[in-house]
């Protein structure tokens, strides 16, 4: 369970529509995504991360992502 306040948790539930995730959000309840695969999973993972962490943390981790890309 991962804890989210409300407008990350909208941002959340958004973006795993898009992603045509099946997911639940209303007003004062918890977000409730149906994980039926370890992809799914990897899915909902990357989608909270993206969402909660800084935007430095963030921009460190795609640079890291091309360097190891850079080196095969």
């Known amino acids: 369970?991962?804890?989210?306040?409300?407008?990350?948790?909208?941002n959340v539930y958004r973006r795993l529509q898009e992603?045509?995730?099946v997911c639940e959000?209303?007003?004062d309840r918890p977000l409730t995504v149906a994980i039926?695969?370890?992809?799914?999973?990897?899915?909902?993972w990357s989608v909270v991360?993206?969402?909660?962490?800084?935007?430095?943390?963030?921009t460190d981790h795609l640079k890291r992502c091309w360097q190891q890309r850079s080196l095969r």
């Open 1 to 10: 369970m991962v804890e989210l306040d409300r407008v990350s948790r909208w």
């Open 49 to 58: 991360q993206a969402v909660t962490l800084p935007k430095p943390a963030l």
């Open 19 to 21: 992603l045509n995730m």
């Open 36 to 44: 039926n695969t370890p992809a799914d999973a990897l899915l909902v």
């Open 25 to 27: 959000c209303g007003g």
